[in-house]
């Protein structure tokens, strides 16, 4: 099972672009990166999904190195509702944790 | 699309009472069914997988007997805490997948706040 390291936290102010990191070594061949945004006392929502390569979609684009032993999400011009906790998981399906995540902050 | 619906988004009840979470995938099938607690200020942690018309696999730790769960149909399982105790006062999360590979997401409920007193 592929463990997760991202930075507990991370502040910016709206309108930057936001970088978050996961590191994940250990992962799989078969393993997809899937990261999720949570705000407080609801769901996570799905962000993105990536094997390799680079991913990007109306939100936030997903990058990761040809060794895939981690992956950066993107986040464009953040506003101060992507104040949220974003989670990177690593696995297939039936078969990933969540790690701590990064507790992101927008500030105005 | 990929709408989870769980209900209810909140409990509050005596010690001792048996309660019953339902999550609902509404726009598609969903072939595997996740159930999650988590603490404030704490990440989620699974408490138990389950397929259709299958048993349900739990985690280590997670009490089978405690922790009922019926994955009866493809759009539907529950979580039935039963007997509950103040110690079991959490948010539990459901989550739904409708692939059976590594690439299709997990798409999540927006959780139930159990509080037991």
């Known amino acids: 099972l592929a463990k997760t390291t991202q930075p507990i936290s991370m502040d910016s102010y709206e309108g930057q672009e936001v970088n978050i990191t996961c590191s994940h070594n250990?992962?799989?061949?078969?393993?997809?990166i899937t990261w999720y945004q949570q705000f407080p006392s609801q769901g996570p929502r799905f962000i993105i999904q990536?094997?390799?390569t680079k991913v990007t979609n109306e939100v936030a684009s997903l990058f990761i190195p040809a060794d895939r032993k981690s992956s950066t999400l993107s986040l464009p011009r953040v506003s101060l509702s992507d104040t949220a906790v974003y989670y990177c998981?690593?696995?297939?399906?039936?078969?990933?944790?969540f790690g701590a995540g990064t507790r992101l902050t927008v500030k105005p | 699309g990929a709408v989870v619906s769980q209900h209810p988004s909140r409990v509050i009840c005596k010690s001792g009472t048996s309660v019953k979470i339902e999550c609902r995938s509404l726009?598609?099938?969903?072939?595997?069914m996740f159930w999650y607690r988590q603490f404030p200020k704490q990440s989620l942690m699974l408490m138990a997988t389950?397929?259709?018309?299958?048993?349900?696999?739990?985690e280590q730790g997670v009490e089978k007997d405690k922790f009922l769960i019926n994955h009866a149909s493809l759009t539907l399982s529950t979580l039935t805490v039963t007997s509950a105790h103040p110690e079991d006062s959490s948010f539990y999360i459901c989550?739904?997948?409708?692939?059976?590979?590594?690439?299709?997401?997990?798409?999540f409920g927006d959780g139930t706040r159990l509080s037991i007193l």
């Open positions: 989550s739904a997948s409708g692939g059976a590979w590594g690439n299709q997401p997990q798409h």
């Open positions: 990536g094997y390799k």
């Open positions: 389950s397929n259709e018309g299958s048993k349900a696999t739990y």
């Open positions: 998981l690593v696995g297939v399906q039936g078969d990933m944790r």
């Open positions: 726009d598609f099938q969903a072939t595997t």
């Open positions: 250990n992962i799989a061949t078969n393993d997809y």
